[in-house]
């Protein structure tokens, strides 16, 4: 490990021969980008075949790495992509689910978080709200916890405007206390 | 950056309470080695390290001949280049008179060529004979590799010496008139290289027969030079005199001093030859006469 270099001077020693840099790169990141592919596909095994060609793709692009923006962006911009090859090469319906949906859309049909539970089962019911969640939105709140993106940097890495991904994580967010604050329906 | 209300805390904590997924080990092994492979220094699978062995097994084979072929080329490349450029004038020089081992009275026979059509000659007459090429090779050669004593020890010592740089790249006539100057002005004892011209000593039979045979104008220009260069004393002292007596106005005084001495037959003819002269000339009432 290298914990005091920051990732993009890692990914440019990589670039330039220094395997060790990548080993510390994949370490720190590796986590993350596998649960994202995890929240979006709801699929392990389909998240790791993604997972792999997120990290090819890195690997064959070591050379032209320009460190423009933070690396977690270009990584996550990477994986994003990946993710909506494979949408759309299955003609998976997903592709239609990343569209925003109306603002009026609040979740009220979420999973509640049981008050009385356990630390643990919140975070269980809140991985169900996340589940929940469009995919768009959801995207945009596993991008903000998993990769620590500010709303300017999921805009970058998801293709879109700042607008939209403001929108898009207002809405994850209201969603998501929504289900954590409310009682368990019964 | 992110705003305020869009980073909800209980939202942050319950998110770090989730499960941290992880990718299994085999599969952080894969794209490990694949990332090391990338820059090559990984472990790689049997089937690319038996391609890798394959395709460097071709150029470790091939590498090393071939670098030594292609420099082998090279070198000789450079170093026939250089033969004949440093052949080119001593041919074209030798051909006016070879003051190395060639006999006096062959050497004598063959008529110099006139040095303008040195370069051509070089190029387009037929090679010269095989022993005078010997001969020059040998003159280049140490003089510790040619057994016979040098009947000319200080002109083998002049084709040994270095020539200038300069010297391999003049013209065909700088290159004559250096060997010509060599053969005028044998180098002395300590051998400078460029010897200044000094009066010409004893000369082979070769060199004093080339002038015989040589067809008119063939001549070096600096030996020409050379020539005019002595006559141009006498010739000015010559010029100089007559000059000075020959203003009308010395003359006159000239003619005046024959008539004082009683050399009248003298100065008359003087007189007559200032009239011819200077039919102009006003001449003074005592000579008019």
């Known amino acids: 490990m290298e914990p005091g270099r920051p990732d ?91 569209e925003d949906d109306p603002a009026e859309d609040v979740a009220t049909d979420l999973p509640r978080p049981d008050q009385t539970a356990e630390r643990r089962e919140t975070a269980a019911q809140l991985l169900a709200a996340i589940d929940a969640l469009p995919a768009a939105q959801r995207e945009a709140f596993v991008l903000q916890q998993e990769g620590e993106l500010s709303v300017e940097e999921i805009a970058q890495a998801t293709g879109v405007n700042r607008e939209t991904a403001k929108s898009r994580l207002r809405y994850a967010l209201t969603k998501l206390r929504a289900a954590l604050r409310e009682p368990e329906r019964t | 950056m992110t705003d305020p209300d869009l980073r909800d805390p209980n939202l942050d904590r319950a998110y770090r309470e989730t499960p941290r997924d992880e990718p299994p080990p085999e599969l952080d092994a894969r794209i490990r080695a694949a990332a090391r492979r990338a820059v090559g220094t990984g472990p790689q699978s049997l089937e690319q390290q038996a391609a890798d062995a394959r395709r460097r097994s071709w150029t470790s084979r091939w590498r090393l001949p071939l670098s030594v072929a292609a420099t082998v080329v090279i070198a000789a490349t450079l170093t026939v280049m250089m033969q004949e450029e440093e052949r080119r004038p001593r041919d074209d020089a030798g051909r006016g008179a070879s003051p190395m081992k060639v006999e006096p009275a062959r050497e004598a026979e063959r008529p110099a060529p006139p040095p303008a059509s040195a370069p051509d000659a070089a190029h387009s007459a037929p090679a010269a004979p095989a022993p005078r090429s010997r001969e020059l090779e040998s003159a280049r050669q140490p003089a510790a590799a040619r057994p016979e004593p040098a009947p000319q020890p200080k002109l083998e010592e002049r084709a040994r010496s270095p020539e200038p740089p300069a010297a391999a790249d003049s013209a065909p006539s700088a290159a004559t008139q250096r060997l010509e100057n060599r053969q005028q002005a044998p180098v002395p004892a300590a051998a400078a290289p460029p010897a200044p011209p000094a009066p010409i000593p004893a000369q082979p039979p070769a060199l004093k027969a080339m002038p015989q045979t040589a067809p008119a104008g063939a001549a070096s220009e600096p030996l020409r030079r050379d020539r005019t260069l002595g006559d141009r004393p006498a010739r000015a002292s010559r010029e100089a005199a007559p000059a000075a007596i020959r203003t009308p106005e010395a003359w006159v005084e000239h003619i005046r001093t024959l008539r004082v001495q009683g050399r009248e037959a003298e100065a008359t003819a003087e007189l007559a030859e200032l009239r011819r002269a200077y039919p102009d000339f006003q001449l003074p009432p005592d000579l008019a006469r």
Do not use: C
């Open chain 1, 8 to 98: 993009e001077e890692l990914m440019l020693a990589y670039g330039a021969g220094d395997a060790a840099a990548f080993d510390a790169l994949y370490a720190r990141h590796k986590g993350a980008v596998l649960r994202y592919l995890r929240r979006q596909t709801g699929n392990a095994a389909l998240a790791e075949e993604l997972f792999q060609d997120v990290w090819l793709k890195l690997i064959d692009a070591r050379a032209g790495y320009e460190p423009r923006a933070k690396f977690t962006t270009w990584l996550f911009t990477i994986a994003h992509n990946r993710l909506m090859d494979h949408f759309r090469s299955n003609a998976r319906a997903a592709v239609v689910s990343y």
